[in-house]
């Protein structure tokens, strides 16, 4: 019952924010939560590369080892160019929004608030993070946020205990992450949206553009043999063609309006043993002091050596 009125209030909200903000972006990871149990396809890929399909760089940050039962910062860095805008859903331009997604290994999580310090407090001010499904705490979704000021993203992140999990062991452990810039060039239907490239389906001489009824462009062809067939093309795309021109199948029809793209990259973290660091430590002493009876020894042996040959 609980997981039924969870998906309820996710659609209820989602057709809410089309009514109220067609032209924002933020309903992509709506989409890959209701199209994919598992956002990390056997192949590797996150599923958000199946309608991102511009690549960009994604980078990520975390520390080389954490302890047990603590809280450290995974960053997701998501570079572009400052101030660029895009097509939005509406045609006009509109900024370009980032979003993430940071895949745990089992056991880690996002930190309760109440364990996190006033600099991660003052970091993730506005961002709102969310689990990808309701048995999936280890996989956390942020965004749509506005881009010029979440090029960095800070994920708070609680280790396990392997102390009170039998299921968690001391180890190293892989961390996938992704992140967006922009809106997506197809949607999970198969459909292009507004922020693609359009082409023609086949050759033929442009007869006549005309515009529809929500702003698209009609455009009419006849084919060699004489046939009328139109492409449309939504609002937001800038054609290049023109009455009279030729065109081949696959030929370009827009420019591409796609500003923005989709990264992926794969860190790791070590969950460190207090016992493994102590006896590392325990280690380095034992090595230290030999070397310093060593010298000592030496410096002995070359005393008495020196008081005999007198």
Avoid at 34 to 52: D, S
Avoid at 164 to 169: A, L, P, R
Wanted: glycine share 10%.
């Amino acid at each position: 019952m609980r997981r039924i009125i969870t998906l309820f209030l996710s659609s209820f909200l989602f057709g809410l924010s089309i009514i109220i903000a067609p032209s924002a972006s933020w309903a992509y990871p709506f989409w890959a939560q209701q199209n994919y149990e598992n956002p990390r396809e056997a192949t590797g890929k996150i599923v958000c590369a199946n309608c991102h399909l511009a690549n960009m760089t994604t980078q990520a940050e975390v520390p080389q080892s954490v302890g047990a039962n603590s809280v450290f910062k995974a960053v997701v860095k998501i570079p572009y160019k400052a101030n660029t805008t895009e097509i939005g859903a509406d045609g006009s331009n509109v900024p370009l929004q980032v979003g993430a997604v940071v895949m745990l290994p089992d056991g880690f999580k996002l930190a309760p608030q109440d364990r996190w310090s006033e600099e991660i407090k003052e970091e993730t001010q506005g961002v709102f993070f969310s689990q990808y499904s309701e048995n999936q705490d280890n996989i956390i979704l942020v965004g749509p946020l506005p881009g010029d000021q979440n090029k960095e993203i800070v994920f708070p992140i609680l280790s396990p205990d392997p102390s009170s999990d039998s299921n968690i062991h001391f180890g190293k452990y892989s961390i996938h992450v992704g992140g967006n810039r922009g809106r997506g060039q197809v949607y999970p239907t198969g459909e292009k949206s507004n922020n693609s490239v359009f082409t023609a389906s086949q050759a033929g001489t442009v007869k006549s553009i005309e515009s529809g009824e929500n702003g698209e462009n009609i455009i009419t062809l006849t084919n060699a043999s004489g046939d009328s067939f139109t492409e449309s093309i939504p609002v937001g795309p800038e054609l290049i063609v023109k009455a009279g021109d030729s065109v081949s199948p696959g030929e370009l029809l827009t420019t591409d309006p796609n500003v923005g793209g989709f990264g992926q990259t794969d860190t790791e973290v070590v969950l460190q043993s207090p016992a493994r660091v102590l006896g590392l430590l325990a280690f380095f002493m034992g090595v230290t002091l030999t070397q310093i009876l060593l010298v000592l020894k030496k410096k002995q042996v070359e005393k008495v050596q020196a008081v005999e040959g007198f």
